[in-house]
């Protein structure tokens, strides 16, 4: 079944769509997403493959997606994998998918990757348990890493658990990179959707340290006027 799944995507190939996602997703030299393969195949169109696919696709078949140069490819196999966990009651099932999703962070490569899954798979796995393995991938020094820890905390902010994110966030204050910037500005926005005075209490603490990038994703929801005051600021 891998050998249909692989040439239904490459029979949904768009080479010109390819040559746009490519630009978009900064595939060029010194770029995050330097040397990635892209064949022009839309997220809707894998999403239609999980679908018709997941149930007879292993995680052996989802390594081999995985380990693939094309990203499409590596998408597909991590939304399979993301509705493998969902759909699965044993806790033994669950706990191996996560540590097949933690074995493969070196493919999960670009930021489309890491939001269609992390918090899919890890975050809500990690709902009732210890989470030291988001702050371990925090201190990894990999982009793509210290991406995973943050955004699997939207799990827990749907719960209203805002702690993890919170500490998260001030930990990458100082981080290079504005895709993390954006991140952790994100998952603070959805904390301010769902308890403003929370996100308000951060920024009181933090914001004269914090990337403006960062500030601005914080407070996109907020009103005109509160907004404004905070860039200012």
């Not at 918090?119 to 210290?146: C, M, P, T």
């Not at 995973?148 to 827990?156: D, G, L, P």
């Not at 403003?196 to 951060?202: D, N, S, T």
């Amino acid at each position: 079944m891998l050998a249909n799944l692989k040439q239904v995507l490459l029979n949904l190939a768009n080479p010109e769509r390819a040559i746009q996602t490519a630009r978009f997703f900064k595939t060029g030299e010194g770029q995050y997403g330097e040397g990635d393969i892209f064949i022009g195949i839309t997220n809707p169109e894998v999403r239609t493959l999980v679908k018709e696919f997941w149930k007879v696709i292993t995680l052996a078949d989802i390594q081999i997606l995985l380990d693939d140069k094309i990203h499409e490819f590596r998408f597909t196999g991590l939304m399979i994998l993301v509705e493998k966990f969902q759909k699965t009651k044993s806790e033994e099932e669950r706990s191996e998918i996560v540590d097949f999703y933690l074995s493969n962070v070196s493919k999960i490569n670009n930021w489309d990757l890491v939001d269609c899954s992390c918090y899919k798979i890890l975050g809500e796995f990690l709902l009732n348990k210890d989470r030291q393995v988001l702050y371990d991938l925090a201190a990894s020094k990999h982009l793509w890493s210290e991406r995973i820890a943050v955004v699997s905390t939207i799990a827990f902010i749907r719960k209203g658990q805002f702690l993890d994110c919170f500490k998260l966030s001030e930990y990458f204050l100082n981080h290079p990179h504005d895709l993390m910037h954006k991140a952790c500005g994100w998952m603070l926005r959805e904390i301010g959707k769902r308890d403003e005075l929370a996100l308000e209490e951060f920024l009181e603490e933090n914001l004269s340290k914090m990337p403006r990038t960062m500030i601005r994703y914080a407070i996109e929801k907020m009103d005109e006027k509160k907004r404004l005051s905070y860039l200012k600021r």
